[in-house]
């Protein structure tokens, strides 16, 4: 078909209209793009919470706003108590109506309600944000709503909920001793009542019914502590523990046919090891792992005993689920990796003949992570790893901590370490001992990073000066990347041991400030040693 040519007439009257058009076009499309139109009707809580009263399953509303963490029972158990230095908790959810479920409402009214509630919260628009609740059911609570990450359930409209699995609430209320717990879709939490012993709980209960992950733990007056290896409290690395260990905290999935067998095999296997059980795991046979613990020993004389019962009864690719603790503060990751179980206990001992306490070793990459009093321990630790007949491989990472702050820690390959051992002894023995290394940035080889937990103050000329002295001292090769902390500032560059300031950057966690005063005087002081 032949195209007609356009009339030139036309297009001078097209030319002509089209500043207007355009305009409103451009209008237009500011107003439409990236905007979509939301059609649902307009709703209110108390519109929202009118409903819920009336479903079959819904007892009755508390209305009377309170905090989640308030509501009886007691929310998701704590995590166990490691001592002064546990992470604070998180803020404290925002007020939320109690919405009490009948405890004798069965699966099928269950079902209905939590479809009705999904429905409200897709079906409607909430001007002020979805309604907050908290249902409460028996010793269980299950916080609504909850949101599966879609954008318009992130911006507050309630669209893509997630789903709340009330059908499970029966299983769990008819779970014994247990004093409270939350259900949140597939995963539900569980804290024992005081004084049930969670081993002989598991064995009794791990064949009750439904189709949730259940996570219990001991009651906090119930179980010792498994508290890992990051404790600040470095007397503890020194110290056995006064109570008697016992198991704080397992996870197995209700209504799985082989949990019961499976939880009982752990336990067993552990007895013929002599070890207890700290916290455990069992998944559903189909799985490739199905089991993993972390397990506590007196001394690591007792892990070899351990490690054979453990391959006796699951092999040796299985190992990689499983830890071991001492009584003494030593953590081994075990594995089937390239370092026997042998050489990781040949390694401890020359590190401790040395006077090191040895932290964590891990069989799978040979990583060990030890504390030393000071810098000629951390001198004969590196002696040690850079020995050709070191037990372990030369590529394999080596933490060294100071006794005061084993929080920090400086961290490299074995084989890297005479290269950089005078950098850290330097810091150290200038007193800055929170000291973390890590990769490089910005073209550097490595990374460096100096806090203030300890050590001189850097915002007076005698700390800038001790510490730019103690870097100048390390004589490291390369190029390194340097953060310097200092009261919420922190300043950084990269440098040669012998050269100036390069890429500096400073900032005040996100805030957009100007560069402290002691941060200027630092990076002037530092240009000023060169050479």
Known sequence: ?????????????????APATVLALVALTACTEGTETDTRPVSSADEFFEVVESLDAVEGIDRIAVDADDVDPAPTYPQPSCGPDDPTPEPAAPPRTVVHLDDEADSVALRVAERAILNLYSDHRYPDGPPQMTMVSGRFRVDAPRFDGYSRA???????????????????????????GALEDTQATARLSPGTDLRDWLLENTDAPGSVRL????????????????????????STASAEPSTTRFSFSLGSDTAPEAVRTLFETADAGGATVLAGSVDDRTQQRTEQG?????????????????????????????SVRTDDGLTIELGDGADSLDDV????????????????????????AVTVDDSDGLQEVVDLVSDA??????????????????HYGADFEAQAWPAHRQTIAALWDAGFTAVLTGSGSRGAGFGLSIGDAAGPDVSQPAGRDALVTALRNGDWPGRASIAVEHDGDRVSFTSTATGTADRTDDSRYGEDQPQPPWARELLATWDATTG
């Open 154 to 180: 992130a911006a507050g409209s309630g669209d893509g909920t997630a789903a709340l699995n009330l059908p499970q609430l029966p299983h769990l209320a008819d779970l014994p001793d247990v004093e409270g």
């Open 294 to 322: 972390d397990l506590q020993v007196p001394s690591v004389d007792d892990v070899s005993a351990l490690h054979d019962a453990l391959v006796t009864q699951y092999g040796a690719a299985a190992q990689d689920g499983f």
């Open 1 to 17: 078909m032949t195209r007609r040519p356009a009339s030139p007439h036309r297009s001078s009257r097209l030319l002509a209209l």
């Open 389 to 406: 007949d070191w037990p372990l491989g030369p590529d394999e990472p080596v933490e060294v901590s100071h006794r005061d702050l084993h």
């Open 345 to 368: 206990l040949a390694a401890h001992t020359r590190l401790t003949d040395a006077g090191a306490s040895v932290r964590r070793i891990e069989m799978n990459n040979g990583g060990v």
């Open 215 to 238: 996570d219990v733990t001991a009651s906090a007056a119930t179980g010792s502590s498994s508290c890992s290896d990051d404790s600040d409290d470095a007397a503890a690395l020194d």
